[in-house]
């Protein structure tokens, strides 16, 4: 194995706002290390997503980075894929935590992804596998990427958003309103997918395109559900959370809420994972880029075999 790399990122200036406490974070992905690998099922898939797409890119990268790599994500998804192993020619996994990247294959980079420790226009391939929605300047995010990669070089990033733990997030609020007279943040927000193709046009990102993976995991109950997010280093790391536990109480009437609003006929319970996918080149003089307005050399009159009207002239009955 290659010698790690550990360098520290930067802190966020000062008057930044902060949705997550990463600090938070970090020791939840510490703490959830060791036993990671039963849990790590939907990294698995948008890891494989992942390389199943770069399979179709008809060319090969360099210089590659995984961001918020866990255990060396992509680089476990390549192999089960069976990507071509030239297709990468160095591939460097980078996480908020120290003890995730133990695991990791390769050059390994102790780093924060809102403070990138890499030089500008020195990466072919950024990469990020279910980490990016933890970043509390995901514009500013997506900028350091596409400045550190070259000109062409391909963003392909997979991130949590839309209507992820939906049926959580309003089984906890109403149990709060309910029980405690007020409710506090305990599921993290997530970017909508729209949202998504704006931020990397924002970023300066060329030719990109968003998608989306919904899945439904079945649970046989809200607490397995609450066990899984702990395993994978999920819960609530918000800034604003509260920092005293949920109530018993409380938390027996968010389990019956899920239960009564979203029970399946089994008595299991489902919980939703939308999977935002989301890809971006750095642009280049090359790129194919859109036509300008009035470019066209063929007539859509002429492509749908109708008559041209021009603006001002009328049309039916008397038109002539």
Avoid: C
Avoid at 226 to 252: C, V
Avoid at 294 to 308: I, K, M, T, V, W
């Amino acid at each position: 194995m290659a010698p790690a790399i550990m360098m520290r990122a930067m802190p966020l200036p000062a008057n930044q706002m902060l949705v997550f406490d990463r600090h938070v974070l970090r020791r939840r992905r510490d703490r959830a290390a060791p036993g990671f690998a039963a849990h790590d099922f939907l990294v698995q898939r948008a890891g494989d997503e992942v390389a199943e797409r770069l399979a179709g890119i008809n060319r090969d990268f360099d210089v590659a980075l995984d961001l918020g790599s866990h255990r060396g994500a992509l680089a476990e998804a390549l192999r089960r894929t069976g990507t071509s192993p030239g297709k990468i020619g160095t591939l460097v996994s980078a996480d908020l935590s120290p003890r995730m990247l133990r695991e990791a294959p390769g050059l390994r980079v102790a780093a924060d992804e809102e403070m990138l420790p890499f030089r500008g226009a020195s990466l072919s391939l950024v990469t990020s596998i279910l980490s990016l929605h933890w970043v509390n300047d995901l514009p500013g995010a997506l900028i350091q990427i596409r400045r550190a990669l070259k000109p062409d070089g391909l963003f392909l990033g997979a991130l949590f958003g839309g209507e992820t733990l939906t049926e959580l997030r309003q089984s906890l609020a109403a149990a709060e309103i309910e029980m405690d007279g007020g409710l506090s943040p305990r599921v993290s927000p997530f970017a909508d997918i729209r949202d998504v193709g704006s931020l990397l046009q924002r970023a300066g990102f060329a030719l990109p395109v968003v998608d989306g993976d919904r899945v439904t995991v079945r649970y046989a109950d809200p607490f397995k559900l609450m066990a899984e997010l702990r395993g994978m280093g999920e819960t609530n790391a918000l800034a604003e959370r509260r920092r005293t536990p949920l109530r018993r109480a409380t938390m027996m009437r968010t389990a019956e809420i899920y239960r009564e609003k979203f029970g399946l006929p089994d008595g299991r319970v489902p919980a939703t994972f939308d999977i935002v996918i989301a890809t971006g080149w750095a642009p280049h003089e090359d790129q194919q880029k859109p036509l300008a307005p009035g470019s066209a050399r063929a007539r859509l009159a002429d492509a749908l075999g109708a008559d041209e009207i021009k603006a001002g002239e009328k049309t039916g009955p008397g038109g002539n």
